[in-house]
């Protein structure tokens, strides 16, 4: 279950300067009476917003630096903990400067850009002497917005460290920490007054008194002798800048939620003690832990006890060289598909993280289908280093809600539900919850299981498992990635499949790893095999970061064998040092047998006619192959590169082999249906899967079994693709070696189809694999496919069978396929295709550029500037991406925003709306509790084409005002499953998925 431990407060003998209470005498004395009224009306919240009772700046400031206290005692990594150390000038005093930096986040508040907005605590503040002209903060407020009570800190702080003697390169990288805590970080000209104003929004008179008095005592509180004493003596990285903002919004958020930190309106109520009080129940219902903390560093005989099994050669190899690191650096492991590379990745970073002071995990998976199993698998290897952080691993994917073993947990956290509620400034913030609507109640509550589980906040969880999306919006210019980088420091960064990122979705991975590499985050990255350049390109990136430096050029040694483990580091002041090992695989290869199955590909100008009697005949020329293949049973896996296609082929094979023996796994299929499809396939093809000796299975999926799907099969049937991913492939056949195969399958063959090998010339590819794919690396990838390249009319004529073929090594001979593919050799490609390989290559790089220069205007950072010392303006320069997750998501994987929508039926006389199964709702579409999950587990996303057309959908009327289902899009099908999205005429089964018709 989802842990809440029992809670202890722990306090370092750096905490000696906080007082018992806040002495107003004392203040009188220090300060003049004239202050002292000041700060005992200034708000921090109204009693709106603080349990029926104002709360007081100063108390709030106090109870956030509370909680700043817990977060480094109980929440930061150690790696975390020593780069603050050496910033503010020695072991222990980061921990000053970092309860600071987060108690002084909301001094802005201390001025009539704050103080007038809540008509109550504005007159009260009037009448302790802290008065404004009203017109004029009216005409600054209007000619600038978003000047409020962040910016003003910034201005403030800024401004008063100075006057404290500060260094200007101190005080430049501390200010943005104030003015951004709200999500964006302004420039310098943004957190000016606006003169229009006339200096009424910062307050002129007393209030510079006030403003003056309110950081010393702060500063005071938390034990220093004064704003002077607290600056640093190190300016630290950007990357670190980062993550220290993402935990002052944390603190911050925290010690804003009402439930634990109600309101204080009397200045003799405040005191460091209370607030520590507050936080520390806070602290112990939220429940939050951190990971691993610090422990040694685990030997190899350790192994077997994670995993069930002794390490195999490349496992072993992995092992060795992360513990050979000169420093935190950058890991590349390229294994054939079996080979451990998830088991290796994984003890490597129990090894990085107690060398290097991590404390926690990040895996990120392709999709959503592969984060699933992983998960599984993240939490039974954290209960085998011990039993408690199986419990605090973290699912962290738009439709995690689906996955059983994730809903399990909550259930069994059911005690936490009520744990903490929303936190909204005065309405300024966003909604940190991500929850709308009024209310909720029991539903509400469940969407706030943790408080780390925010849409925004799910990394700051110890263990997380998730999309590499999630990795790539922590690299996008949006509100509140400071959060995404609080999560990401200090831990370990684990990414599975990473050739799987295309040029444009590469432009975050490469900015996510300048700022991983720059906070000394270990990063491991795992494929079959990686293409040069892109291998290089990762490496760039990230010594880049490490850095500083805009550019950076290596040159990377070449592995002299297969798996292969690249290391990684910048020693402090050094240069970049590479590490390459090899060694041979835990088995011998597997002798693949290649055949190429032509089909005809009709022409671009063809009719709707023409192309559905080209695909029934490549169905049909598939269902034959199949038929002869599996005669004597056995299971075979067919990959079509689009829905379409698979749905097609599908409906063949079901009537040639009967719905028991075929199965079809996409993406159109609704979350629910989907999670069924995945299990059951995993069930039946997995390790350890019982097969029928005299039974046959026919899977036929799109790309979600091309990656982190762990099934066997005895043949596999494939759409030409990209050679690496066509591998990948290759790599669910003959995959278990323990598995039973009949008689004839059991010589690995594998077939490529999807295009139509020509004599003398280049071959035809079908409209969907070169839309995906592009004609390009399709045309070199069909190059060294046996009887496709030179010679490729013998035999290979539209009416012909599948060819003799060739035998490719697996997985001796992947590197050198990739490379042979990737490499650009013109000479690979047989003489009568050179002409439209030209024509392809040139058209695919100017491609490339637009897409990768699309994808810069949402780069965190901008080009020519990473080399900046400060985050002010970080979020200013380019275009920002939405901070919804279907926006997002659509940033960095280059697509139309696609929509997804809720499935629903209407197909009786009573007008009654109905679940997908049958089940009522009513004539509005109210959803009763115990139908929740079944209509919500009707989610389906429509294809890019489609998202236009579904603008106009909305939700039931009954839903408006529900947590989760007040934003959905409903689409509505009638009795036979279909319905109208604009022009198209789509339609939903179980079967089949969602289809146009």
Known sequence: MLSVVPFTIRFSNSCVGWGFSVDVNELALRYGSAVVRGLETLWGKSRERAAGRTSLLLGHLLDTAAVAELMWEEFLAPATRSALDEVAGGVGRGRGLFVWSCAVHDCGKATPAHQRLWGEGAEAVRGAGLVWHEPSAVAGAKRQRRWRHDWAGGLIVRELLGEAGWSGEQVDWVWPLVAGHHGAFPT???????????????????WREVQRALLDVVSREVGFAGPAEVEPVVVPSRALQLQVSGLVVMADWIASDERHFGGVDDLRDVSAERSRRRAAGAWKALGLRGGWGERGVPGREVFAGRFGCVPRPAQRMVVDAVGDMGGAGLVVVEAPMGEGKTEAALFAAEVLAARFGADGVFVGMPTQATSDPMFSRVRRWLGAVSAEFASRVVLLHGKRAFNREWKGLLEEGAGARDAFGGVDEFGLADDPFGVSGQGGGELERQALVEWFLGSKRGLLAPFVVGTVDQLLYAATRTRHVMLRMAGLGGKVVVLDEVHACDVYMSQFLHEALRWLGQAGVPVVVLSATLAPAQRRGLLEAYLAGAASVEELQVEVPVAEGYPSVTTAWSPAGGEPQIRVRATGSWRADLGVEVRVVPEAVPGRGSSREERERAQSCADARVGELLAGELAGGGVALVIRNSVARAQSLFEELRGRFGGDEVRLLHARFTVARRAELTEECLRLLGPGAGRSRSGRLVVVATQLAEQSFDVDADVVVTDVAPVDLLLQRVGRLHRHESTWRPEGLRVPRVFV???????????????????????????????????????????????????????WPVPGRVPALVEEVYGGEESLLPEGWRTAGEVARSEQETQDRERAQNARQFLLTGPGEHERRTLAGLHYGGGTAGGGEDALRAAVRDGDESVEVVLVRRDGDDGVFRTLAGRALSVNGDVAPEVLEEVLGSVVRLPAKFTEAAAGLAPLPGWHGHPWLGRSRALVLDASGGARLGDFAVAYDGVLGLRQV
């Open 188 to 206: 310098l000209k943004d957190v000016r007054e606006p003169g229009s104003a006339k200096r009424q929004l910062r307050g002129i008179g007393v």
């Open 753 to 807: 189809t999807g295009f139509s090998p020509c004599e003398g010339r280049e071959p035809e590819f079908v409209s969907a694999s070169e839309g995906i794919y592009g004609r390009h690396l399709l045309l070199r990838t069909a190059a060294v496919l046996p009887g496709a390249g030179a010679g490729a009319g013998a035999g290979a004529g539209v009416g012909a069978k599948a060819g003799a073929g060739g035998v």
